[in-house]
């Protein structure tokens, strides 16, 4: 029986990537590797006021991903993480020491430029687009596939009085 290990997080990086190899390098066989270091907030109720814990998490980032990413990956920057825990063990001087690394396989930028002047812009006007049913979908179609569950350009409206009577509530 296999166990399940997998991580869902979002947090800001504590720090900039930098030039030094522990923050971002490449492996003898070309692989890109980033180590960034993400804080988590989180509220709790302890008694009649609201505290504030941070915890942090070591994440590493690897590949094309890394590479893509590096540009971006500056201190303050919230980003979503998804992947697994990695234990790593050694030894130094005798002593036994071991660390929880969470090993990225999926991350997301998350946040406008109007945050530390990176991610993405969202469609003038401010509006969240809206999806709209097709008019001539064939329902009927016992051979439909996945691609036509999927809202194509024409579908979205940005403002407009087309689509559902009432706003997405996200």
């Given at each position: 029986?296999?166990?399940?290990?997998?991580?869902?997080?979002?947090?800001?990086?504590?720090?900039?990537?930098?030039?030094?190899?522990?923050?971002?390098?490449?492996?003898?066989?070309?692989?890109?590797?980033?180590?960034?270091?993400?804080?988590?907030?989180?509220?709790?109720?302890?008694?009649?006021?609201?505290?504030?814990?941070?915890?942090?998490?070591?994440?590493?980032i690897w590949g094309k991903t890394a590479e893509n990413l590096k540009p971006y990956l500056q201190k303050g920057k919230q980003i979503a993480v998804d992947g697994y825990l990695r234990q790593d063990r050694w030894e130094k001087d005798g002593q036994k020491n071991?660390?929880?690394?969470?090993?990225a396989e999926n991350v997301q930028l998350l946040g406008g430029r109007a945050e530390n002047g990176g991610g993405y812009d969202q469609p003038s006007g401010g509006f969240a687009p809206k999806f709209q049913p097709r008019q001539n979908s064939p329902m009927g179609n016992s051979s439909m596939n996945s691609s036509m569950n999927a809202p194509m350009m024409d579908d979205i409206s940005y403002g407009g009085e087309t689509g559902f009577p009432e706003d997405i509530p996200f």
């Amino acid at each position: 029986m296999t166990d399940v290990n997998r991580v869902n997080i979002i947090g800001r990086l504590t720090r900039d990537i930098t030039s030094d190899e522990r923050s971002f390098a490449y492996l003898p066989n070309g692989t890109a590797r980033a180590n960034v270091s993400i804080a988590v907030n989180r509220s709790r109720k302890n008694g009649e006021q609201w505290v504030d814990e941070v915890s942090y998490f070591d994440v590493t980032i690897w590949g094309k991903t890394a590479e893509n990413l590096k540009p971006y990956l500056q201190k303050g920057k919230q980003i979503a993480v998804d992947g697994y825990l990695r234990q790593d063990r050694w030894e130094k001087d005798g002593q036994k020491n071991s660390r929880i690394v969470i090993i990225a396989e999926n991350v997301q930028l998350l946040g406008g430029r109007a945050e530390n002047g990176g991610g993405y812009d969202q469609p003038s006007g401010g509006f969240a687009p809206k999806f709209q049913p097709r008019q001539n979908s064939p329902m009927g179609n016992s051979s439909m596939n996945s691609s036509m569950n999927a809202p194509m350009m024409d579908d979205i409206s940005y403002g407009g009085e087309t689509g559902f009577p009432e706003d997405i509530p996200f």
